[in-house]
T-cell receptor, first 116, second 115 residues
Framework: GAVVSQHPSWVICKSGTSVKIECRSLDFQATTMFWYRQFPKQSLMLMATSNEGSKATYEQGVEKDKFLINHASLTLSTLTVTSAHPEDSSFYIC????????????FGPGTRLLVL | AQKVTQAQTEISVVEKEDVTLDCVYETRDTTYYLFWYKQPPSGELVFLIRRNSFDEQNEISGRYSWNFQKSTSSFNFTITASQVVDSAVYFCALSEAGTGNQFYFGTGTSLTVIP
Protein backbone atom coordinates (compact mmCIF):
# COMPACT_ATOMS: atom_id res chain seq x y z
CA GLY A 1 0.00 0.00 0.00
CA ALA A 2 0.81 3.73 0.03
CA VAL A 3 2.02 4.01 -3.54
CA VAL A 4 2.56 7.39 -5.15
CA SER A 5 3.19 7.75 -8.85
CA GLN A 6 4.62 10.69 -10.72
CA HIS A 7 4.51 11.46 -14.39
CA PRO A 8 6.56 12.11 -16.41
CA SER A 9 9.75 10.73 -14.94
CA TRP A 10 11.88 12.71 -17.38
CA VAL A 11 11.17 15.83 -19.35
CA ILE A 12 13.37 17.95 -21.59
CA CYS A 13 11.91 21.18 -22.85
CA LYS A 14 12.89 24.42 -24.49
CA SER A 15 13.22 27.60 -22.51
CA GLY A 16 9.92 29.47 -22.33
CA THR A 17 7.64 26.47 -22.45
CA SER A 18 5.45 25.22 -19.62
CA VAL A 19 5.73 21.78 -18.13
CA LYS A 20 3.09 19.93 -16.13
CA ILE A 21 4.00 17.21 -13.65
CA GLU A 22 1.35 14.90 -12.21
CA CYS A 23 1.42 13.26 -8.80
CA ARG A 24 -1.08 10.52 -7.96
CA SER A 25 -1.76 8.50 -4.85
CA LEU A 26 -2.70 5.11 -6.23
CA ASP A 27 -4.12 3.24 -3.28
CA PHE A 28 -5.10 5.83 -0.72
CA GLN A 29 -6.74 9.21 -0.53
CA ALA A 30 -4.21 11.96 -0.01
CA THR A 31 -5.59 14.77 2.06
CA THR A 32 -2.34 16.65 1.68
CA MET A 33 0.30 16.59 -1.01
CA PHE A 34 3.71 18.20 -0.99
CA TRP A 35 6.05 19.32 -3.72
CA TYR A 36 9.80 19.31 -3.21
CA ARG A 37 12.77 20.29 -5.27
CA GLN A 38 16.15 18.63 -4.96
CA PHE A 39 19.45 19.79 -6.37
CA PRO A 40 22.29 17.31 -6.91
CA LYS A 41 23.81 16.04 -3.69
CA GLN A 42 21.49 18.15 -1.59
CA SER A 43 18.52 17.56 0.63
CA LEU A 44 14.92 18.07 -0.31
CA MET A 45 13.58 21.60 -0.31
CA LEU A 46 9.87 21.99 0.32
CA MET A 47 8.24 24.18 -2.30
CA ALA A 48 4.59 24.03 -1.36
CA THR A 49 1.89 22.17 0.49
CA SER A 50 -1.48 21.55 -1.07
CA ASN A 51 -4.71 20.35 0.44
CA GLU A 52 -7.47 18.99 -1.74
CA GLY A 53 -9.83 21.69 -2.90
CA SER A 54 -7.90 24.64 -1.51
CA LYS A 55 -5.07 26.87 -2.62
CA ALA A 56 -1.54 25.69 -2.10
CA THR A 57 0.66 27.17 0.58
CA TYR A 58 4.03 28.16 -0.82
CA GLU A 59 7.27 28.33 1.09
CA GLN A 60 9.12 31.58 1.32
CA GLY A 61 11.03 32.35 -1.84
CA VAL A 62 8.96 30.09 -4.09
CA GLU A 63 7.13 32.02 -6.81
CA LYS A 64 3.52 30.90 -6.88
CA ASP A 65 2.98 32.32 -10.36
CA LYS A 66 5.96 30.37 -11.59
CA PHE A 67 5.07 27.07 -9.96
CA LEU A 68 1.33 26.53 -10.25
CA ILE A 69 -0.09 23.81 -8.06
CA ASN A 70 -3.51 22.29 -8.39
CA HIS A 71 -4.92 19.65 -6.07
CA ALA A 72 -8.25 18.95 -7.67
CA SER A 73 -8.97 15.58 -6.15
CA LEU A 74 -7.91 13.39 -3.26
CA THR A 75 -5.65 11.38 -5.55
CA LEU A 76 -4.16 13.94 -7.91
CA SER A 77 -2.00 17.02 -7.61
CA THR A 78 -0.25 18.78 -10.46
CA LEU A 79 2.72 21.11 -10.58
CA THR A 80 3.08 23.32 -13.64
CA VAL A 81 6.38 25.06 -14.19
CA THR A 82 5.41 28.04 -16.29
CA SER A 83 7.76 29.65 -18.79
CA ALA A 84 10.55 27.35 -17.75
CA HIS A 85 14.14 28.55 -17.81
CA PRO A 86 17.41 26.65 -17.45
CA GLU A 87 17.62 27.55 -13.77
CA ASP A 88 14.39 25.61 -13.23
CA SER A 89 16.18 22.42 -14.20
CA SER A 90 16.04 20.17 -11.19
CA PHE A 91 14.61 17.01 -9.67
CA TYR A 92 11.03 17.54 -8.53
CA ILE A 93 9.49 15.12 -6.06
CA CYS A 94 5.97 14.96 -4.77
CA UNK A 95 4.73 13.26 -1.66
CA UNK A 96 1.32 12.43 -0.30
CA UNK A 97 -0.06 12.05 3.15
CA UNK A 98 -3.31 10.42 4.12
CA UNK A 99 -4.96 7.06 4.50
CA UNK A 100 -4.30 5.22 7.71
CA UNK A 101 -1.10 7.12 8.49
CA UNK A 102 -1.67 10.84 8.65
CA UNK A 103 1.89 11.62 9.71
CA UNK A 104 3.91 9.69 7.14
CA UNK A 105 4.66 11.13 3.73
CA UNK A 106 4.96 8.69 0.86
CA PHE A 107 7.05 9.90 -2.02
CA GLY A 108 6.71 9.59 -5.74
CA PRO A 109 9.63 8.51 -7.92
CA GLY A 110 10.44 12.07 -8.94
CA THR A 111 10.61 13.98 -12.20
CA ARG A 112 13.87 15.13 -13.70
CA LEU A 113 13.37 18.39 -15.59
CA LEU A 114 15.96 19.72 -18.00
CA VAL A 115 15.30 23.08 -19.59
CA LEU A 116 17.46 23.88 -22.60
CA ALA B 1 18.84 26.45 13.38
CA GLN B 2 18.94 23.06 11.77
CA LYS B 3 16.22 20.89 13.25
CA VAL B 4 17.72 17.66 11.96
CA THR B 5 21.45 17.09 11.81
CA GLN B 6 23.10 14.25 9.98
CA ALA B 7 26.74 14.93 10.66
CA GLN B 8 28.04 12.16 8.41
CA THR B 9 28.01 13.39 4.83
CA GLU B 10 29.53 10.29 3.27
CA ILE B 11 30.35 6.86 4.61
CA SER B 12 32.06 3.96 2.88
CA VAL B 13 32.08 0.45 4.28
CA VAL B 14 33.10 -2.90 2.96
CA GLU B 15 30.35 -5.40 2.34
CA LYS B 16 29.25 -7.34 5.44
CA GLU B 17 30.42 -4.64 7.81
CA ASP B 18 27.93 -3.02 10.15
CA VAL B 19 27.33 0.70 9.79
CA THR B 20 25.48 3.25 11.91
CA LEU B 21 24.02 6.43 10.50
CA ASP B 22 23.58 9.20 13.03
CA CYS B 23 20.64 11.56 13.33
CA VAL B 24 20.23 14.26 15.94
CA TYR B 25 17.09 16.36 16.10
CA GLU B 26 15.90 19.47 17.84
CA THR B 27 12.33 20.24 18.85
CA ARG B 28 10.30 21.80 21.62
CA ASP B 29 7.16 19.90 20.75
CA THR B 30 6.17 17.03 23.00
CA THR B 31 4.45 15.28 20.11
CA TYR B 32 6.65 14.65 17.12
CA TYR B 33 7.61 11.95 14.66
CA LEU B 34 10.91 10.78 13.34
CA PHE B 35 11.50 9.08 10.01
CA TRP B 36 14.19 7.47 7.95
CA TYR B 37 14.04 7.35 4.16
CA LYS B 38 16.34 5.70 1.66
CA GLN B 39 17.07 7.36 -1.68
CA PRO B 40 18.81 4.99 -4.09
CA PRO B 41 20.43 6.31 -7.30
CA SER B 42 17.06 6.06 -9.07
CA GLY B 43 15.89 8.99 -6.94
CA GLU B 44 12.75 7.68 -5.32
CA LEU B 45 12.54 8.11 -1.55
CA VAL B 46 11.67 4.85 0.12
CA PHE B 47 10.01 5.01 3.53
CA LEU B 48 11.86 2.89 6.09
CA ILE B 49 10.47 3.72 9.51
CA ARG B 50 8.42 6.13 11.59
CA ARG B 51 8.63 6.53 15.35
CA ASN B 52 6.52 8.80 17.51
CA SER B 53 7.85 10.73 20.47
CA PHE B 54 6.01 8.60 22.98
CA ASP B 55 7.52 5.32 21.87
CA GLU B 56 11.19 4.95 22.65
CA GLN B 57 11.30 1.25 21.94
CA ASN B 58 14.06 0.32 19.60
CA GLU B 59 13.03 -1.47 16.47
CA ILE B 60 14.57 -4.15 14.35
CA SER B 61 13.53 -5.09 10.85
CA GLY B 62 15.76 -7.69 9.28
CA ARG B 63 19.22 -6.17 8.95
CA TYR B 64 17.95 -2.73 9.91
CA SER B 65 17.65 -1.45 13.45
CA TRP B 66 16.87 1.92 14.95
CA ASN B 67 17.90 3.37 18.30
CA PHE B 68 15.68 6.20 19.52
CA GLN B 69 16.98 8.06 22.57
CA LYS B 70 15.07 11.12 23.73
CA SER B 71 17.72 11.90 26.34
CA THR B 72 20.21 12.66 23.60
CA SER B 73 17.66 13.66 20.92
CA SER B 74 19.01 11.01 18.63
CA PHE B 75 17.47 8.51 16.25
CA ASN B 76 20.30 6.43 14.85
CA PHE B 77 20.01 3.82 12.16
CA THR B 78 22.17 0.70 11.97
CA ILE B 79 22.56 -1.62 9.02
CA THR B 80 23.98 -4.99 9.97
CA ALA B 81 26.00 -7.03 7.49
CA SER B 82 25.78 -4.34 4.84
CA GLN B 83 25.20 -5.25 1.21
CA VAL B 84 25.92 -3.44 -2.03
CA VAL B 85 22.20 -2.82 -2.48
CA ASP B 86 22.29 -0.71 0.67
CA SER B 87 24.29 1.92 -1.19
CA ALA B 88 22.10 5.02 -1.22
CA VAL B 89 21.55 8.37 0.42
CA TYR B 90 19.69 8.07 3.70
CA PHE B 91 17.62 10.93 5.05
CA CYS B 92 16.40 11.41 8.59
CA ALA B 93 13.34 13.62 9.01
CA LEU B 94 11.34 15.19 11.81
CA SER B 95 7.75 16.29 11.84
CA GLU B 96 6.13 18.20 14.66
CA ALA B 97 2.47 18.15 15.52
CA GLY B 98 2.71 21.84 16.33
CA THR B 99 3.68 22.78 12.76
CA GLY B 100 1.12 20.65 10.98
CA ASN B 101 3.49 17.73 10.62
CA GLN B 102 5.63 19.51 8.06
CA PHE B 103 8.81 17.56 7.40
CA TYR B 104 12.24 18.82 8.32
CA PHE B 105 14.88 16.81 6.52
CA GLY B 106 18.48 16.33 7.44
CA THR B 107 21.11 16.86 4.78
CA GLY B 108 21.43 13.14 4.17
CA THR B 109 24.20 10.60 4.51
CA SER B 110 25.55 8.99 1.38
CA LEU B 111 26.42 5.36 2.08
CA THR B 112 28.62 3.39 -0.28
CA VAL B 113 29.01 -0.31 0.31
CA ILE B 114 32.09 -1.65 -1.41
CA PRO B 115 31.95 -5.25 -2.62
Amino acid sequence: GAVVSQHPSWVICKSGTSVKIECRSLDFQATTMFWYRQFPKQSLMLMATSNEGSKATYEQGVEKDKFLINHASLTLSTLTVTSAHPEDSSFYICSARGGTSTETQYFGPGTRLLVL
Amino acid sequence: AQKVTQAQTEISVVEKEDVTLDCVYETRDTTYYLFWYKQPPSGELVFLIRRNSFDEQNEISGRYSWNFQKSTSSFNFTITASQVVDSAVYFCALSEAGTGNQFYFGTGTSLTVIP
